[in-house]
């Protein structure tokens, strides 16, 4: 569907074409005339649906009348589990507000980088982007007050309660006015998440978007049986040799990711590590330099993969494999993302035969399995 159909204004038409954006993924035909409605939703849908589109454009809709506020009391609260996610669910804001008659000033605060200068910028904050931690922190100094929210939209909830946020969710929701708007986005329906939903949405509008299969589809997969001592030699065999350009890498640990990289750069090939032990403006450097192409491959770890977006990512690596199926798709579905296709190379040691026989018997999907003996590299 043209996104001209969905009631948003003419500003916000001429920012996504200047997205390049054709027509509106499904999630967001059904989204955006909510959230412009007022109504409460709850959209069971992953990243990768365009399910931040969905929300900011009609956020931004809604709450142009609001910019230009010249106090501490914000419009409209996103909750997200990760300081990535924070960081470019504001970068969505952005881009979209760019073409707005009245500036909406957005903002996105997090952990593990210094509190004061975020204080000092709430003032005139319309829409913050928070993790749950340090926006209580926040609230605690009265920087930010949370009394006028008209919209609360938890993103990636699932992966909330995961890290164990459950508590400061609920001291969150205690903060927020009575009326007002909430969306829920998640990427599975769990019990803990029903018992969330029932006490958040008011008669939502629910949709489930079943992308998974979908996006599996679009993913060539290809797995390598290689020795542990081999992994190395091979990896860098194949990003030479195929000539990659952009590669996220996956290990288990953050030890394995600083080796890799340091291997990687040692062989001509530019790497960054980006994971839970690196400091938070080191993730952000590599993760900007490798969406910009400055570094060819980027070595990350499970923790912090739900938070890379990365448009058209056409190579994801599994160096070594994660403990869980889902994991396993959650990484691969790095790749052929935003309709386009890409391909996931797993590199497996014996020890690691069985567990991908069983992660591929839960995807449903066989992988071509070539022997890496067969390879001269
Ligand atoms: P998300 O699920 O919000 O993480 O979005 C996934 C990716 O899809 C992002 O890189 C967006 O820029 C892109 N995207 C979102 N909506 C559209 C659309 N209607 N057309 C093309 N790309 C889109």
């Not at 990427?187 to 008669?203: H, Q, W």
Request: net charge positive; aromatic share 6%.
């Amino acid at each position: 569907m043209p996104f001209s159909k969905l009631g948003l204004s003419p500003a916000l038409l001429k920012a996504i074409s200047f997205q390049k954006y054709e027509r509106a993924y499904p999630i967001q035909e059904v989204v955006i005339p909510a959230v412009l409605e007022k109504k409460d939703v709850l959209g069971i849908a992953k990243t990768g649906s365009g399910k931040t589109a969905s929300y900011v454009l009609p956020l931004l809709v809604n709450l142009e009348n609001v910019a230009a506020t010249k106090n501490r009391h914000v419009k409209a609260l996103i909750v997200v589990p990760t300081r990535e996610l924070a960081i470019q669910v504001r970068e969505v804001f952005q881009l979209f507000s760019s073409q707005l008659e009245h500036p909406i000033k957005t903002m996105a605060v997090y952990g593990g980088v210094s509190i004061n200068p975020q204080m000092k910028a709430m003032m005139g904050v319309n829409i913050l982007i928070a993790t749950p931690g340090r926006l209580l922190e926040l609230v605690e100094s009265n920087a930010v007050h949370l009394s006028e929210i008209e919209t609360l939209v938890l993103d990636e909830a699932d992966k909330m309660l995961n890290l164990g946020f459950k508590e400061e969710m609920d001291r969150i929701f205690k903060l927020l006015p009575q009326k007002r708007q909430n969306l829920l986005f998640s990427a599975t329906l769990s019990e803990d998440i029903s018992g969330i939903t029932e006490i958040l949405l008011r008669n939502p509008v629910v949709l489930k978007i079943e992308e998974e299969t979908e996006d599996l589809e679009r993913i060539n997969q290809l797995g390598y049986f290689v020795s542990e001592e081999k992994k190395g030699p091979l990896l860098r065999y194949l990003i030479k040799h195929n000539n990659m350009k952009q590669v996220l890498v996956f290990t288990s640990s953050t030890h394995k990711a600083d080796m890799v990289t340091e291997k990687l750069c040692k062989n001509g090939i530019d790497a960054m590590a980006m994971h839970s032990k690196k400091s938070q403006e080191t993730r952000e450097r590599a993760l900007n330099n490798f969406k910009r192409g400055n570094i060819r491959v980027l070595v990350a770890t499970d923790l912090i993969s739900r938070g890379i977006d990365i448009e058209f990512l056409p190579h994801v690596i599994n160096y070594e494999l994660p403990r869980s199926p889902k994991d396993y798709i959650h990484r691969i579905g790095r790749t052929g993302r935003a309709e386009s296709s890409g391909e996931a190379i797993s590199l497996i040691t014996p020890e690691e035969a069985h567990h991908f026989k069983i992660i591929q018997k839960k995807m449903g999907k066989w992988v071509t399995m070539i022997d890496a003996e067969s390879l001269e590299f």
